[in-house]
């Protein structure tokens, strides 16, 4: 199997759900934790930048509404996303992917970019956040994985940037999904607790693939995952769980 430079434990959005995810204050409550690997979710703003939100629109995470990717990064970054959490977290902003690469690499923390386009816009969000994540850890040895839902998106980041790792995403394992993800030349697979077991591993790691798995916040779940040989937890418990 390839080499494997990532932490076993990655804090989901951040640091889940202690903290307004996919924020700055989120990483850094999960590395208060011990957490050395971290996964958030990124699009592009109306001007092409890429920044860290889950949903295509604001109403859940900000106080605005509409889709964000209607909006320049200008606008964006005026936007409360920490509010909506709790008070201790009001008025922290919505960061960029740079911002957090900034931070990431200055710790020598692992990253996990889930490329997560506004509907429509696939294949641009996979080539810009592929170019902006070459160029910020040029010279890193340890580089972000891109993962992604979306096939068409992580054919634009191979095709953009093939050097960055990248694993497909799968809420279900849908007929042909070994096939798709060896034909995106990923280097994992990252799934939904739910459709893996030792034999859906035994089977991704039989062609070279590792597998990675979200979100896992149950310790039963975790345990299961880790006896059946699991490569990646990704969890929102990291007050629970001890990352090592
Ligand atoms: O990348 C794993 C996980 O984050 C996928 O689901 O909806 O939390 O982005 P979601
Ligand atoms: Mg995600």
């Known amino acids: 199997m390839n080499d494997w430079p990532y932490p076993k434990w990655i804090a989901h959005r951040g640091a889940g759900k202690l903290a307004p995810e996919n924020t700055l204050a ?3 409550l999960g590395a208060s934790h011990g957490y050395r690997a971290f996964e958030c979710d990124v699009k592009l703003s ?3 930048v890429p920044f860290l939100l889950h949903d295509a629109t ?9 889709v ?7 606008e964006l970054s005026r936007l409360d996303a920490g509010g909506w959490h709790s008070r201790a977290f009001a008025g922290e902003p ?3 992917l740079d911002a957090i690469a900034t931070y990431c690499i200055r710790n020598r923390f692992a990253l996990n970019i889930e490329i997560k386009p506004t509907p429509g816009h696939n294949e641009a969000t996979g080539r810009v ?6 160029a910020r850890w040029a010279g890193e040895t340890v580089k972000p994985l891109l993962s992604s839902f979306q096939p068409d998106a992580l054919a634009a980041a191979r095709a953009a940037r093939p050097e960055l790792p990248r694993a497909l995403l799968l809420d279900s394992l849908r007929d042909g999904w070994l096939a798709e993800a060896l034909g995106l030349d990923c280097v994992a697979i990252v799934a ?5 077991d030792a034999d859906v591993i035994a089977q991704a790691h039989g062609r070279g693939l590792r597998v990675l798995s979200y979100t896992v916040n149950e310790s039963d779940d975790a345990q299961r995952l880790l006896d059946a040989g699991i490569d990646g937890v990704i969890t929102d418990a990291v007050d629970r769980f001890p990352p090592f």
């Open 94 to 96: 919505l960061p960029t």
């Open 129 to 134: 956040v592929a170019e902006h994540a070459a």
């Open 26 to 28: 989120a990483f850094r």
């Open 68 to 74: 964000a990717a209607d909006r320049s990064w200008s």
């Open 192 to 196: 939904n607790h739910r459709v893996l």
């Open 58 to 66: 604001l109403q859940r995470t900000t106080p605005e509404e509409g």
């Open 46 to 48: 109306a001007d092409g």
